[in-house]
């Protein structure tokens, strides 16, 4: 009788202890409007394993400052696709608007000089799947969509010369979009756009509809 008792006190207690386990469980989720995504921790995403995201509408952030201002707003930061899930996502949204997506990524200030840019197809820091571009936040690990470029980046720079002097100065396209995939007719779309500068629709140049938020869940 005794042992049976210990034994009924014994499941007894397991089961409340599983029960306890389960209801102190997280569970998470993200604000409203925004999609919760799993991720692989690595060294270079902060060992995020979740990160939520949107594609938050406006069409003036191909300016920096705005894109960054348009996520603040949802106590966000611009941000980047980091699987084929995440890019498959966004890329609905392109399609569906027929035009492009502000993202983060910024050119890395250790390329401005001409050699080092020149240089990028030989497999060093600045080559487009290493360093060339930069993320600003550390959630993201830009190892999967450095490998999905429309074409080679730079794709646009003007040189120029200020009044009174000799020295060259290029302009080069620092920030990043994911694009019209229909315009481009590649199976890449991540494309690199002069910052600041509104999409001049007489030339063909495709105009942003969004930009791309993302936030640790709650």
Request: aromatic fraction near 10%.
């Given at each position: 009788?005794?042992l049976k008792l210990?034994i009924?006190c014994?499941?007894?207690?397991?089961?409340?202890a599983a029960?306890?386990?389960?209801?102190t469980?997280?569970?998470?989720?993200?604000?409203?409007?925004?999609?919760?995504y799993d991720r692989v921790p690595?060294?270079?995403n902060?060992?995020t394993?979740?990160w939520?995201?949107?594609v938050v509408?406006?069409s003036?952030v191909?300016?920096r400052?705005?894109?960054?201002?348009?996520c603040m707003?949802?106590?966000a930061?611009i941000?980047?696709?980091e699987?084929?899930?995440?890019?498959?996502?966004?890329n609905?949204?392109?399609?569906?608007?027929?035009?492009?997506?502000a993202?983060d990524?910024?050119?890395?200030?250790?390329c401005r000089s001409?050699d080092?840019?020149?240089m990028r197809k030989?497999?060093g820091?600045?080559?487009?799947?290493?360093?060339l571009?930069?993320?600003?936040d550390d959630?993201?690990?830009?190892?999967f969509i450095?490998?999905?470029w429309?074409?080679?980046p730079?794709?646009a720079s003007?040189?120029?010369?200020?009044k009174?002097d000799?020295?060259?100065?290029?302009?080069?396209?620092?920030c990043?979009?994911?694009?019209?995939?229909?315009?481009?007719?590649?199976?890449?779309n991540?494309?690199?756009?002069l910052?600041?500068?509104?999409?001049?629709?007489?030339v063909?140049e495709?105009?942003?509809f969004g930009?791309?938020?993302?936030?640790e869940?709650?």
């Amino acid at each position: 009788m005794i042992l049976k008792l210990i034994i009924f006190c014994s499941l007894l207690f397991s089961n409340f202890a599983a029960d306890a386990s389960n209801s102190t469980e997280k569970v998470l989720h993200c604000q409203k409007g925004f999609k919760l995504y799993d991720r692989v921790p690595t060294d270079r995403n902060r060992n995020t394993s979740h990160w939520c995201m949107k594609v938050v509408e406006h069409s003036d952030v191909y300016d920096r400052p705005t894109a960054r201002s348009v996520c603040m707003d949802y106590d966000a930061v611009i941000t980047n696709v980091e699987n084929q899930k995440e890019l498959d996502d966004v890329n609905a949204l392109i399609r569906d608007n027929n035009k492009r997506v502000a993202v983060d990524g910024v050119f890395n200030p250790k390329c401005r000089s001409f050699d080092n840019w020149k240089m990028r197809k030989f497999g060093g820091l600045c080559d487009k799947r290493k360093e060339l571009f930069i993320l600003e936040d550390d959630h993201t690990d830009p190892t999967f969509i450095f490998g999905k470029w429309a074409g080679e980046p730079p794709t646009a720079s003007d040189k120029y010369k200020e009044k009174g002097d000799d020295v060259d100065i290029y302009t080069i396209a620092e920030c990043l979009s994911l694009h019209n995939l229909a315009a481009i007719n590649t199976t890449g779309n991540l494309k690199d756009f002069l910052c600041g500068e509104e999409p001049d629709k007489q030339v063909g140049e495709v105009p942003f509809f969004g930009v791309l938020c993302g936030c640790e869940p709650e």
